[in-house]
């Protein structure tokens, strides 16, 4: 009996995989200490979602969305958030152009469109600047002037906010910080990563010189859409899939929280743990990457009682409670 012949999308699939993996490698070459962030970001290109960093500032958080861009080849932009920042800066506008005779309207593509846009310092603006992503997030478009317009492929929105400066800041609301698939927290470096990062910068290390750091492209968007594609056929049992309910319904009981995880929470830490378990190299999910993924996928999701937030009670506290009680499918 012969064996099968693999289908000609399984190469491209194994390819892909291995591209992704060396853009860790090319992203450490300017950024240290930060693996999981870089993991995180990647985990949301693979699922079509967006990814809320948080850190004081000096992280690297802008160095690591451009490092990403270069070693995957795709174009980048930056937008810097401030109180007076208007919708049409960020998704473009209408402007006319042309001299007397030959005037007319037409529409001058804002920074959204682009692979990675890094919205920087996302919570400095008002609320009616912030929802102008929403579309864009959600569905990769952009409507103005009676028309829509696609947004390229891939497209990643990495918005960043200081965890410790409130005063002149707009949180999000919740319907927009539940468009975002992962929050990740950028820590502070241990001893360690700071002395290398010391001494990359005694050697002459210069973070607006990314080629000159050594960050060469070893991916592109067809590996990016290739992993997407393989994503989409990683197995998903009836108990892992009953177990992501389970502990989105936890939430919902938890007498801390005025706010549980929705199902599309549920459903985002589903997508989330299978683009991890294909970066691990299995097509099933496990427990485990549930678990690997669900603080980062939930916790942002979650809103504290006022009575439990006066008693100094934490979310990421509460939601390891909940995932605990939740019995872990063999």
Do not use: C
Not at 87 to 116: C, H, K, Q, Y
Not at 141 to 161: C, E, I, N
Not at 260 to 276: E, K
Request: charged share 25%; net charge negative.
């Amino acid at each position: 009996m012969t064996e099968p012949s693999p289908s000609p999308a399984a190469p491209l699939a194994d390819e892909a995989r291995a591209a992704l993996a060396a853009v860790r490698t090319e992203v450490a070459k300017a950024v240290v200490g930060q693996d999981a962030a870089v993991s995180g970001l990647l985990v949301a290109l693979l699922s079509r979602g967006h990814v809320l960093m948080e850190g004081v500032p000096g992280v690297a958080k802008t160095l690591l969305v451009r490092s990403l861009a270069a070693a995957l080849d795709v174009d980048s932009r930056r937008v810097q958030f401030t109180p007076d920042l208007m919708p049409g800066d960020i998704t473009g506008s209408m402007v006319i152009e042309g001299g007397d005779a030959t005037r007319e309207l037409s529409f001058r593509e804002g920074p959204v469109f682009t692979n990675l846009l890094l919205a920087d310092e996302i919570n400095r603006t008002p609320p009616k600047t912030q929802s102008a992503l929403l579309e864009a997030m959600e569905e990769g478009q952009v409507s103005a002037d009676g028309r829509t317009r696609r947004l390229p492929r891939p497209f990643l929105v990495a918005a960043t906010q200081n965890p410790v400066e409130y005063e002149g800041t707009y949180p999000l609301p919740e319907a927009q910080l539940d468009r975002f698939l992962l929050k990740l927290h950028l820590p502070l470096p241990d001893r360690g990563d700071e002395v290398a990062i010391m001494r990359r910068h005694a050697d002459g290390f210069d973070p607006r010189d990314l080629r000159g750091a050594g960050v060469t492209a070893v991916a592109g968007p067809q590996h990016v859409e290739a992993g997407i594609r393989a994503v989409g056929d990683v197995r998903v049992s009836d108990e892992v899939a009953g177990y992501v309910v389970d502990i989105a319904r936890a939430t919902r009981q938890a007498p801390s929280l005025s706010l549980g995880v929705s199902p599309r929470g549920a459903t985002a830490l589903l997508r989330s743990a299978r683009a991890w378990a294909w970066l691990n190299g299995r097509d099933f999910v496990t427990p485990d990457d549930v678990k690997a993924l669900a603080h980062a996928s939930l916790a942002h999701r979650l809103a504290l009682r006022p009575e439990a937030e006066l008693d100094g009670v934490d979310v990421a506290q509460v939601l390891a409670t909940a995932i605990g009680s939740v019995a872990v499918p063999r």
